[in-house]
């Protein structure tokens, strides 16, 4: 009896060393692993598209401005931005690649006004309007100049219609503007832009007149890109700045 109680207690102490050896490098390798493993996704997988990559590492608290202006009123480049890029980005679904000479040259060869129709009707795997159904006939055509012109076509963006009676109110267009644009930068003084409001700020800005200090917004100065980054008309522009001026006098 005493024999098999030495022999049992030896296999225990021979399983407690074996177990301790197996153990332990197994329980720094999945200690590891937890602290490197990141969340779960593996970059390099076939299913993760380089679009899907870089928008994970984009830096946090980007911001992406929309242009704003009542219906009817946005831009080839604002439509694509907001809507067509999620398929024409890529290619996805068959659609021609934003700036894909090759890709759009059979497109561009049916002209402008079959493009434009199969854009607000929808073709093949593209709904109508991309989807988009709050936006007009002539910003899809804008939209689709836009893009066409990127992959060598000519064509010609539908002018925005001017206000009623030809005239654009600061008080109402250019406070619009400002909220959705200009205010990024000049409700805080950022970048060196004149405050909002801020008479001393503005002064030196406009002691060769009004129209002058607009003249130098449309083509932008130092850290403001040409009209502050707003893809407007020019007459809307000086609307925003007219409102900001207005405010500083």
């Known amino acids: 009896m005493s024999g098999s109680n030495v022999a049992g207690g030896a296999q225990k102490v ?21 602290f490197t493993s990141g969340p779960g996704v593996d970059l ?30 946005r831009s080839g480049k604002a439509v694509y931005e907001s809507v067509c890029m999620s398929c024409h980005a890529t290619g996805m679904a068959g659609s021609p690649k934003f700036g894909d000479a090759g890709a759009w040259a059979a497109r561009i060869a049916k002209g402008f006004d079959t493009l434009t129709k199969h854009a607000i009707e929808g073709f093949n795997a593209m709904p109508a309007r991309g989807g988009a159904t709050d936006l007009t006939d002539d910003e899809v055509k804008r939209a689709v100049a836009y893009m066409g012109n990127a992959g060598g076509a000519k064509f010609e963006e539908p002018k925005v219609a001017a206000a009623a009676g030809g005239a654009i109110d600061p008080a109402v267009k250019g406070k619009e503007i400002y909220d959705s644009v200009c205010m990024a930068c000049h409700a805080t003084g950022i ?42 008309s020019d007459d809307e522009f000086k609307a925003a700045a007219l409102y900001m001026i207005n405010a500083a006098k």
């Open 14 to 34: 021979v399983g407690m060393i074996l177990a301790a050896v197996i153990g332990f490098p197994l329980l720094i390798f999945l200690v590891a692993k937890l």
């Open 191 to 232: 970048s060196n832009a004149p405050k909002f409001g801020d008479k001393a700020a503005w002064a030196p800005r406009l002691k060769d007149g009004a129209d002058a200090a607009i003249a130098i917004g449309i083509k932008g100065l130092n850290a403001m890109p040409p009209k502050g980054g707003y893809q407007g």
């Open 44 to 73: 390099g997988q076939a299913n993760m598209t380089n679009e899907a990559i870089s928008a994970r590492l984009q830096a946090v608290g980007a911001v992406k401005l929309v242009e704003g202006g009542p219906p009817g009123s």
